[in-house]
């Protein structure tokens, strides 16, 4: 059986097509859609996320406000810096890029950005909107890999969906956005305290791994014909290329043997990502999801 492969890369570039005239209609109206994309040192890897996320806010025609703070910076400069952008009219949404430092309390970070700019869903208060379904952002991530669900006609409605890890911004919220009545799936978290993982994967109509471990998602744990959507980014030594690594998924490539459809890494979720939180960039500037 050859799976289906979900082209996360095709569909963002069709959400940001859309994403474009939006904020040509807007410019019209003397709008700016503008992202503040907040970067605090130098890892490599967040500032590749970065770059691509403010290359795609260009693209799209709206600004990008990119703010790049040394390793050192203290906590206070951070919190005050995000004051100002919140204060700051011509400013709609604010991102700042996770990992902060370890100096840094980053859920005072989170907390700090308010939550009619919070365009990631970070904020508590943005969660817990998302969670009793009121008005606001959806997170990107978690709302990216429902789109390519969608996109797919893959059947959502009473699906036994299995997630593999809780983290707060893929595995959390996205069991939360699949329980609603809109998709009506039924969902299994799994995690680090689970046991036997593969009694549950093999139950899944849909898996979604979002770990970040290399070929953790073996064919013999995938159901016949299953939906497998890979969150994972693990970057793996690969001295074939010129930067010394690649990047892969947490889903074994072999699992396309087995499966029904799946999504490549790189090319699947990722750029759903970003076209999301583009999206989110002009709700904000429509003011359409924010709850005040
Ligand atoms: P995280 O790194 O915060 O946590 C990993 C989760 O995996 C934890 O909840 C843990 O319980 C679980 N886990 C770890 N080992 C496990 C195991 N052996 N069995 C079962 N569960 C296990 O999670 P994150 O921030 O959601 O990131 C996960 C991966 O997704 C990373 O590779 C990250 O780079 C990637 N990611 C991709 C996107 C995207 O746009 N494609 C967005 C966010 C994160």
Redesign the pocket.
């Known amino acids: 059986m050859s799976a289906i492969i979900m082209d996360g890369k095709a569909l963002g570039l069709k959400i940001r097509e859309s994403v474009k005239l939006q904020a040509a209609g807007l410019k019209e109206k003397g709008i700016v859609p503008c992202l503040a994309v907040v970067l605090v040192g130098e890892d490599p ?1 967040s500032l590749s996320y970065v770059k691509s996320k403010e290359k795609a806010l260009t693209e799209a025609g709206m600004e990008s406000r990119d703010i790049r703070l040394p390793e050192s910076t203290s906590e206070e400069k951070l919190l005050s810096i995000i004051e100002e952008l919140n204060k700051d009219n011509k400013v709609h949404g604010i991102l700042v890029q ?1 990992p902060v430092p370890k100096h840094i309390d980053e859920e005072k970070v989170i907390a700090a950005v308010t939550p009619t700019k919070d365009v990631d869903c970070f904020h508590p208060v943005s969660v817990g909107n998302m969670i009793l379904e009121r008005q606001g952002f959806l997170p ?2 978690p709302h ?1 890999v429902l789109k390519l669900l969608r996109e797919y006609k893959i059947q959502i409605a009473g699906a036994h969906v299995v997630i ?8 959390k919220p996205l069991a939360n956005l699949l329980i609603r009545k809109e998709y009506n799936a039924t969902v299994t978290l ?5 046991k036997d ?1 593969k009694s549950h994967t093999l139950q899944a109509d849909i898996l979604i ?5 290399p070929n ?1 998602i073996k064919p013999d744990m995938v159901k016949e014909g299953a939906v497998v959507i ?5 970057r793996v030594t690969d001295t074939s290329t010129s930067k010394g690594y690649k990047v892969c ?2 889903v074994d490539p072999a699992v396309a043997e087995k499966c029904g459809f799946f999504t490549p ?1 790189p090319g ?3 750029p ?3 076209a999301m939180l583009l999206q989110n960039v002009i709700e904000a500037a429509l003011k359409r999801r924010v709850y005040e």
């Open positions: 890897a996770s990107c991530t990216g593999v890890g809780r983290s707060n911004i893929v595995g799994c995690h680090t305290g689970t993982l791994s979002a770990v970040g471990r953790l890979d969150v994972g980014i693990n998924g947490d890494v699947g979720v990722g759903m990502t970003i």
